[in-house]
């Protein structure tokens, strides 16, 4: 009996965090075809290489152009995808197409300014 008993403080505690952890929201990512605002003054240089650039933050939205290491990309901000990599909204200076990259297809990691969702 005395084994149950110091065992129901630790069940309450466990009890009570299963639900809050559960209860988290997930990562906002960028829907297909959603735009942002440039909130990344910074200016960058050349740093993908064919890399897609897409009208969401998913390899399921629609490519909208291509953007390769011969041309500037303009970063607006980041958002974290449902995949779980990062992304970047960015506007291709030599085209003019603005899209999303995954993080990880451009050589400096892409923004550091989150879009806030």
Known sequence: ?????ALAPVLAAVAVAVPLSLATPAAAHASCGTNVSDKDGSSWGKT??????RSGS?????????????QA????????????????YVR?????????IRDDLLSDGGSFVHCGF
């Open 48 to 53: 993908a290489n064919g890399a897609n650039e």
């Open 92 to 100: 291709n200076d030599a085209t003019g197409v603005t899209g999303w």
């Open 73 to 88: 990309l303009d970063y607006h901000c980041y958002t974290v995808g449902n995949d779980g990599y990062t992304w970047t």
């Open 58 to 70: 998913s390899t399921g939205c629609t490519i909208k152009g291509v953007a390769y290491n011969t």
């Open 1 to 5: 009996m005395k084994r149950l008993a």
